[in-house]
């Protein structure tokens, strides 16, 4: 592999190829996949060199447009722009000059192939980051738990341990063997345990697309269980690959979110036993897919009704909230041992119990959403103000307590965002028009550029 690419492969390099194939390239067997790694890491060296040819000559032809445009300015006596102009070409002719120079220099010797080499074509592979830890990683780790307080609201429990654990494992300080993180999210409906999963995935794994949603409820049935993994062999449906085992051999680096796991066939839970506890499962083609890169979160809305029964609700009116906390804590948790086994609970790596909202976190929300609604008309060139009375009457009008904070979408769907697209099609909003949202009369009110748009819909109810 050094003769044919033209290249020399360090002892790291080697040692690089066995140790990252072995650990995650499960698919397949050493000493073939670690062969392999050796020999795209040095063709993706190669290559990367033989490029700089064609950045030098893009580079040429950039600074030669830019000699044309120099002389025109000259031309037209346009003397400052000539100026910066020359200087720009001074700085191409620069780089030019190192590109070329190291061009030739790898033209006279065999480039080294590093154990960072290999580690890029392992990402390159599965998408998992094993490379070293850049300056740049580190700082967007450390601020993880900041970007989701950015996202959840409220939640500063959950925020801290979620953050505390990606942090171990990057860190190394975690077992290799298990998954970067295990948690069981409990509490009330819209309190923010979906949201906390999808900015996670966003935050670490770079989109929300890598979150991976599985609804428990259509688990229910013991014949629904093989779906996860497979039928086995002889079984109709065999040929189709697992629900579960497919999506995380094809992303093994994402987060697994399993949507109200109470809800899930008792089967279930042997086959979360050996995910949480080994890291791995195989399917039923005999293929072991590796989780250990995986994220798993678990949602229940074990001992919710209880604390709706005491009407220590969410929101407007609830009192005592601080005082109850460790109370309304342990309603949520005896359900859940009772409905849990314990070798289960005892593998998750964190219980976390979801605080209910108050109203100044409900207002904090109500403010989060409106910001979408914001950035879309910035980019039509569309300014929009909310009064703190907007939010206000926004967040009251949104609360409900069974469903906590997800009605306010909707509200703010239908008494802002309908709204606004009225004013934008009928011609009072356009680029450069800016628009205030306040509250007069008990109803919302649109002022856009001196003119008022009040609203006309019969049901608008009063603020409480």
Known sequence: YEAHHQVRYTDEALVAAVELSDRYLTGRRLPDKAIDLIDQAGARV???????????????REAEQLACDKDQAVADEQYERATELRDRIGELKRRIAEAGGG?????????????????????????????????????????????????????????AVVSEAVLRSRAGLASPDRPIGSFLFLGPTGVGKTELARALAEALFGSEDRMVRLDMSEYQERHTVSRLVGAPPGYVGHEEAGQLTEVVR???????????????????????????????????????????????VMTSNLGSEAITRRGAGIGFG????????????????RPLREHFRPEFLNRIDEIVVFRQLSPEQLRQITDLLLERTRRLLHAQGVAVECTDAAVEWLARRGYQPEYGARPLRRTIQREVDNRLSRLLLDGRLGEGSRVTVDVENDRLAFRTEGREAEDRETDAAPAE
Request: aromatic share 2%; hydrophobic share 35%; glycine share 6%.
């Open 250 to 296: 094809r992303h093994p680096y994402s987060l697994l979110l399993l949507d109200e796991v109470e809800k899930a066939h008792p089967d279930v839970f042997n086959i979360l036993l050996q995910v949480l506890d080994d890291g791995r499962l195989t399917d039923s083609q005999g293929r072991t897919v590796d989780f250990t890169n995986t994220v798993i």
């Open 46 to 60: 190669r290559l990367r060199a033989r490029t700089k040819g064609t950045d030098v000559r893009a580079l040429e």
């Open 103 to 159: 061009e030739q220099a790898d033209e006279g010797q065999h480039l080294e192939v590093t154990a960072e080499a290999v580690a890029e074509v392992v990402s390159w592979q599965t998408g998992i980051p094993v490379s070293s830890l850049t300056q740049e990683e580190k700082e967007r780790l450390l601020g993880l738990e900041e970007h989701l307080h950015r996202r959840v609201v409220g939640q500063d429990e959950a925020v």
């Open 318 to 333: 609830a009192g005592g909230a601080e005082a109850d906390e460790e109370a309304r804590r342990e309603q949520i948790l």
